[in-house]
């Protein structure tokens, strides 16, 4: 059974600080790997995905990388601001499921970012 | 991106009583849809994938006379939450799929409060 753990459980940066989310996954037979951010009683915003041929992915001031053999992915975001505050989630999709794929997410990070 | 909407997006009902919920892909066609529930600082638990005109599949442990699914078009399904009680209370969220390889987006979510 897939699990997929992100640490830290929560972070706060002052503004400006580059910073690394963490995201690893028992099972390395995935499709892809995606990473969303969740604003406080809302839904998710999918901000990158990295196939499982891929090593990484840039979007703006992120870079999500993606170690598929070691069940690792990172989320890198430069000169965080504070309209980055949110919980950030990463989840996976096996390889196999056909049609009927399901994801599994982390519990998420808790980013705070300081003025 | 595709444009998933749910509603509504905070419900607050009586025990006892039955609550519905709407989730729209605005965009797209939606083949298969997913529901899911989140508890506070907790991940994403999916809870049934609902393909287009047939029953949907729940994940173990969830009760499908309690949380029913209706997916009757390609741009609707309905979760209803019957004899709603406390410990229904929660976030739920539903994602739309267009097709088997396709990404999947995530609605904005609602928030259930049973009192």
């Known amino acids: 059974k897939q699990e997929v753990t992100q640490i830290p459980a929560a972070l706060s940066v002052p503004e400006g600080e580059n910073l690394v989310l963490n995201c690893s996954f028992t099972?390395?037979?995935?499709?892809?790997l995606q990473w969303f951010r969740q604003d406080p009683g809302k839904g998710l915003t999918s901000l990158l995905l990295?196939?499982?041929?891929?090593r990484e992915q840039t979007s703006g001031r992120l870079n999500a990388s993606l170690d598929k053999s070691s069940g690792r992915s990172t989320l890198y975001i430069a000169a965080s601001q504070p309209g980055d505050s949110a919980t950030y989630l990463c989840?996976?999709?096996?390889?196999?499921?056909?049609?009927?794929?399901?994801?599994?997410f982390g519990k998420g990070t808790l980013l705070t970012v300081n003025p | 991106g595709a444009v998933v909407s749910q509603h509504p997006s905070r419900v607050i009902c009586k025990s006892g009583t039955s609550v519905k919920i709407e989730c729209r892909s605005l965009?797209?066609?939606?083949?298969?849809m997913f529901w899911y529930r989140q508890f506070p600082k907790q991940s994403l638990m999916l809870m049934a994938t609902?393909?287009?005109?047939?029953?949907?599949?729940?994940e173990q442990g969830v009760e499908k006379d309690k949380f029913l699914i209706n997916h009757a078009s390609l741009t609707l399904s309905t979760l209803t939450v019957t004899s709603a009680h406390p410990e229904d209370s929660s976030f739920y969220i539903c994602?739309?799929?267009?097709?088997?390889?396709?990404?999947?987006?995530f609605g904005q979510g609602t928030r259930l409060t049973v009192v």
């Open positions: 994602s739309a799929r267009e097709g088997p390889h396709r990404t999947a987006f």
């Open positions: 099972d390395s037979a995935i499709y892809n």
């Open positions: 990295i196939q499982s041929s891929q």
């Open positions: 989840a996976v999709r096996p390889d196999s499921g056909g049609s009927n794929y399901k994801l599994t």
């Open positions: 965009d797209f066609q939606a083949t298969t």
């Open positions: 609902s393909n287009e005109g047939s029953k949907a599949t729940y």
